[in-house]
């Protein structure tokens, strides 16, 4: 059984930065490749940022290119998502996810999840 719980939400003012964590338990997932995805109200859940296992590999929305970065720490078994000059159109509760795939950016492939931290970006 792998629990990802996630932390780091809160509200902050436009033009702001926030680091999300997530943090893995019951097993090692350090060959998984990790993800972050966002739901909004009235709107489908989105892909955010991915992972491959050694952190060498990434992958970025679009519209958080150059914004957000995500990293890992294989031995503390968290994944981060450091995002910065944020935009009100970034509120959202944000997930992290686990795939055994090298690298995945639909959420359908993942097989993982955490229960969602809300991050509010106030104009």
């Known amino acids: 059984q792998v629990q990802l719980v996630e932390s780091g939400g809160g509200l902050v003012q436009a033009g702001g930065s926030l680091r999300l964590s997530c943090t893995a338990s019951g097993r090692t997932l350090g060959t998984h490749c990790m993800g972050w995805f966002r739901k909004a109200p009235g709107k489908e859940r989105e892909f955010v940022a991915a992972?491959?296992?050694?952190?060498?590999?990434?992958d970025y929305a679009d519209s958080v290119k150059g914004r957000f970065t995500i990293s890992r720490d294989n031995a503390k078994g968290t994944v981060y998502l450091q995002m910065t000059s944020l935009k009100p159109e970034d509120t959202a509760v944000y997930y992290c996810?686990?795939?055994?795939?090298?690298?995945?950016?639909?959420?359908?492939?993942?097989?993982?999840w955490g229960q969602g931290t809300q991050v509010t970006v106030s104009s």
């Open positions: 992972v491959s296992w050694s952190g060498v590999r990434t």
């Open positions: 996810a686990a795939t055994a795939r090298t690298m995945a950016t639909k959420d359908v492939l993942y097989d993982y």
